[in-house]
């Protein structure tokens, strides 16, 4: 009666939502201060104070009718010009505001560039562990995911990729720092993938799109990833505002098509289309105005790493396994008794929260974000302490 597919993902919603949802069950029933919720990437950190007193002068300076009417699909001039000038003076890399494109986050951002690419039967190559809704957002525009492993270190594996790629993949997505290993990519294996693709490309004889997916970009506790189109031309960047201006639930971002892609402005015409087809009127416009004056800005991120550093070295002390997070607010762990599943249920007895790893493609990890205050930290390690003591 319904369209089949949407019905499916509707009524299964994802494990890290499903977990979420328990969480707020479980907080009404026991007190918020009893349960450890470490299941959702939801900044817990503010938006810097700039972003208030941004959203205030404009509400008391703009006229109603401009602050809140559409504004271009593409989104407004300035916002796009905010965001390509960005771009030139950060990374020293071309950018042209013709080719910008603001959406309502990275998700948009993903799924509109994944329609503009792909047609029925295209693969779409994702390095695991991912971003569960990689397959949603692939699937939904018509594209074949196609998984491929990291290596134990969730480094990317070189060898694996050339062996995945076809004449039919027309896109890689690599989101670095990476949710949900903390992996930041280097700059030497994002050449080698580049170079990997420059090949793979004149073989197919059709431009790989590398999407990089960037919404943890300024998340970084070591060196910045490189800026990608600076090494691999055919370079679409998904970016977001949610993480690093705390601006989750305001939705905005965008698509930056690089100058140096083939056919650069009929790709961005494609975006255009899908955007359009997609029912993406334009990305909200107090938010336009709102990041295109606070770019540049960031939530005071070093409070993330606060919180890692306490994660991880408390749970390695327990005897936990996990690499450092170079990136991004998660530790990947490795379950103390193999099962994912089995103990992120275990975990859930103990009033924590984590997400088991099956959904970003790899088995045998719990996923736990510590973008969550001190306190709740502080609280769970006891809880942390027992569960890793049942598998000694
Ligand atoms: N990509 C990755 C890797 C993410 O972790 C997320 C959200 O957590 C998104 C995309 C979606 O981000 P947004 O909230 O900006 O749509």
Redesign the pocket.
Known sequence: MFNKRMQKLGEERSVIRELFEYGNRRKSEIGAENVFDFSL?NPNIPAPGRVGEEIVRLVRETPAEALHGYTSAAGSAEAREAVAAHIRNAFHAPADASLIYMT???????TVTLAALCEDGDEVVVLAP??P??LVFIESAGGKPVVVQTDAAFRPDLAALERAITPRTKAVIV?SP???SGAVYTEGEMRALASLLVRKSEKARSPIVLIS?E??RELCYGAAPPYLPKLYKNTVV?Y????SLSL?GE???YIAVSPGCENAQTLFNAVCGAGRSLGFVCAPALFQRVVAACIGTTSDLEKYRENRDMLYNALTSYGYECAPPEG?FYLFVKAPNGDAREFSELAKRHEVLIVPSESFGVKGYVRISYCVSRDVITRSLPAFRTLRSLFS
């Open positions: 990437g309502c986050g990275a998700a948009a951002s993903l991912f971003f809704e990689y989101n990476n949710n949900p997916d919404p943890y998904c977001s505002w949610s993480k989750a939705r905005i971002g991004a």
